[in-house]
């Protein structure tokens, strides 16, 4: 695995505020799945949770697969337009290139507010139409929805998929996850998605409780908060789960699998904007 050069003149374009001494969880994850959006900071803080759960990496890979599971699935209900809330950097076989292939006319709107996801996602979105990144907090349904760019790229009179994969883990109230939650579904159309993965305890197979300690520990100024399946299941609150409802994210769907899949530790669900 590589990551990126060290020096602040590198073409990434770094915006003032990044502190490239400070680890990031979006950066680390990128570090898991093998990307190169990551500094040395991020890859030591990778080992040093990977020492805890040796299968991290394969649980990231684990969640990416669900991504492209979820987002096809939403490609063949009809739905083009996606909004993918901390979505990390968009490498190879992330949502836009996935819904494309399905949908070519589908519309990506991807959403961080890590500056060097951020701006390594412009770079890698240069020349791709139908695909853009704001830089905002995904806690603020309101600022998101109605930014220029959102409005700009999705019309959000016509169905959309809401995308928070594995990312709700990092915000400690429950209450209000829930609440914001409740805010897109409401700023979406009905027959709109919410799909939704988050680090589980529930599953005995993997030790995310060391994970979280690890994380808890670190110089990344987050902090992991694993939910069992009724916190889960109470973010989907005012939606209708498809089938095969709330699943460890290897079993969603787990028949558009080739070969035999790992442990996750994560929970997975799609839920259907009611008419």
């Known amino acids: 695995m590589t990551g990126l050069d060290e020096s602040p003149e590198r ?15 979006a950066r680390v994850y990128d570090y898991w799945l093998g990307g190169s959006a990551n500094f040395a900071v991020d890859r030591e803080l990778g080992d040093h949770i990977a020492e ?5 990496a394969n649980m990231a890979r684990e969640n990416r697969s669900l991504l492209r599971r979820m987002v096809s699935h939403c490609c063949r209900q009809g739905v083009d337009q996606f909004l993918d809330l901390g979505s990390g950097v968009p490498t190879i076989g992330n949502v836009h290139e ?8 589908s519309r990506v709107v ?14 890698l979105l240069e020349g791709v139409d139908r695909a853009t990144i704001l830089r905002s907090d995904l806690t603020d349904p309101a600022e998101v929805l109605n930014s220029p760019v959102t409005r700009g790229m999705l019309d959000l009179n ?4 809401v995308l928070l ?46 994970l979280a300690e690890r994380i808890r520990h670190s110089r990344a100024g987050h902090q992991a908060h694993p939910r069992d399946f009724g916190e889960i299941l109470s973010l989907f609150e005012g939606t209708r789960l498809v ?33």
């Open 98 to 105: 996935i819904a494309h292939r399905h949908a070519p006319g």
């Open 52 to 56: 805890s759960e040796p299968r991290i």
């Open 11 to 25: 073409a990434y374009r770094l915006s003032g505020d990044t502190d490239v001494g400070c680890p990031s969880p």
């Open 243 to 275: 089938e095969p409802g709330i699943r460890y994210a290897q079993h969603w769907h787990h028949g558009e699998i080739a070969g035999p899949t790992e442990p996750s530790g994560i929970y997975a669900g799609l839920a259907r904007v009611p008419e």
């Open 165 to 210: 994969l594995c990312v709700l883990q990092y915000f400690p109230d429950t209450d209000r996850l829930r609440d914001t939650v409740a805010k897109y579904r409401a700023g979406v159309a009905p027959g709109s998605y919410i799909a939704i993965s988050h680090l589980t305890t529930d599953d005995s197979d993997v030790n995310t409780s060391g």
């Open 158 to 161: 016509r169905p959309v998929a």
């Open 110 to 123: 991807y959403v961080d507010s890590e500056p060097v996801t951020v701006s390594h996602s412009e770079l």
